[in-house]
């Protein structure tokens, strides 16, 4: 069996989608054992991790809403401080890209083809996400 570091040995810059961020965050049961591997490869400087701020947004939907204060800097500060983690804005280049996406891919939601847009911006050659789709 393939573990994951060898599936990323081949990769330099990993984006993450919003899910795996709060299964690392948030300590998931099921898929924070994966998560170390990868968080460990870049604090190891091996890969780069990358993700954009619409991730920044939805990350901090539910702990606002619930009031969890610390969860919410939990998140801040590691989209924002983290070594070898670049936490990459939406700008109008994001944009186009993105409606171009949504435009040839029809099952793309726009939060997907931001995120896409964003990897593919930003030369990710994997993209780290839980979404069926």
Not at 22 to 32: G, K, L, N, R
Not at 75 to 104: K, Q
């Amino acid at each position: 069996m393939t573990n994951f570091q060898d599936l990323l040995s081949t990769v330099s810059r990993l984006f993450f989608d919003t899910s795996p961020i709060i299964y690392f965050v948030e300590a998931h049961p099921t898929y924070d054992a994966l998560l170390i591997e990868a968080f460990q490869l870049i604090s190891q400087d091996r890969i780069v991790g990358v993700t954009s701020t619409l991730t920044l947004t939805e990350v901090l939907i539910h702990p606002l809403r619930v009031r969890a204060t610390e969860l919410s800097q939990q998140y801040r500060d590691f989209l924002t401080n983290s070594t070898n983690f670049e936490l990459r804005i939406i700008d109008s280049s994001v944009a186009e890209r993105a409606a171009e996406l949504r435009a040839r891919y029809r099952f793309l939601r726009t939060p997907d083809a931001l995120q896409l847009s964003v990897a593919l911006n930003t030369q990710c050659e994997a993209f780290l996400t839980n979404d069926k789709a």
